[in-house]
T-cell receptor, first 114, second 116 residues
Framework: AQTVTQSQPEMSVQEAETVTLSCTYD???????LFWYKQPPSRQMILVIR??????QNATENRFSVNFQKAAKSFSLKISDSQLGDAAMYFC???????????FGTGTLLAVQP | GAVVSQHPSRVICKSGTSVKIECRSL??????MFWYRQFPKQSLMLMAT?????????EQGVEKDKFLINHASLTLSTLTVTSAHPEDSSFYIC????????????FGQGTRLTVV
């Protein structure tokens, strides 16, 4: 079964600095989707970025980018120029193409220090 | 963008009663909706997958008679917690995918259920 692991329960970053959140996953599939979701204190799940496994190019959305290493099954999220509003719980997720289920990691709580 | 509306956002009910939570896709058709439960500071735990016009598929360990799911249309799925007990108190979140676009999931704002 597919699993998603986030090894950093909590992270902290200074405002305007860069932080990288780690995520690894396990799958035997060759084609799949990976996501990073943000959950602020409001608890609304917000999509941050998406990566298709068949694309070698790393996805980028403004200050958010990923380092997708397919062979290593690693999918880290880099947040540049961190802002106070980036403080949230971040979940890495894998989309199981066969069942359409999203499999979430345990989350990383990111604090942004002013 | 796609909007998923979940109602109510908060509900308090007495032990032994039932409570219904609605999940609506406002601007798209969703053939599949998902229901999650989230405990404080924990990840989302998938409870069941709701397919329009068919019975929901429950994850292992989830009581289907306690958590009744109905997906009667392409825009509405409901979760009914029957005979609620204090241990059912939690945060429940739904998500939906567009018809024929099995990638991004859109989430409702969640429902905080408190059973007293």
């Amino acid at each position: 079964a597919q699993t998603v692991t986030q090894s950093q329960p909590e992270m902290s970053v200074q405002e305007a600095e860069t932080v990288t959140l780690s995520c690894t996953y396990d799958t035997s599939e060759s084609d799949y989707y990976l996501f990073w979701y943000k959950q602020p204190p409001s608890r609304q799940m917000i999509l941050v970025i998406r990566q298709e496994a068949y694309k070698q190019q790393n996805a980028t959305e403004n200050r958010f980018s990923v380092n997708f290493q397919k062979a290593a099954k690693s999918f880290s999220l880099k947040i540049s120029d961190s802002q106070l509003g980036d403080a949230a719980m971040y979940f890495c997720a894998y989309l199981d193409g066969a069942t359409n289920k999203l499999i979430f990691g345990t989350g990383t709580l990111l604090a942004v220090q002013p | 963008g796609a909007v998923v509306s979940q109602h109510p956002s908060r509900v308090i009910c007495k032990s032994g009663t039932s409570v219904k939570i609605e999940c609506r896709s406002l601007d798209f058709q969703a053939t599949t909706m998902f229901w999650y439960r989230q405990f404080p500071k924990q990840s989302l735990m998938l409870m069941a997958t709701s397919n329009e016009g068919s019975k929901a598929t429950y994850e292992q360990g989830v009581e289907k008679d306690k958590f009744l799911i109905n997906h009667a249309s392409l825009t509405l799925s409901t979760l009914t917690v029957t005979s609620a007990h204090p241990e059912d108190s939690s945060f429940y979140i739904c998500s939906a995918r567009r018809w024929r676009a099995n990638t991004e999931a859109f989430f409702g704002q969640g429902t905080r259920l408190t059973v007293v």
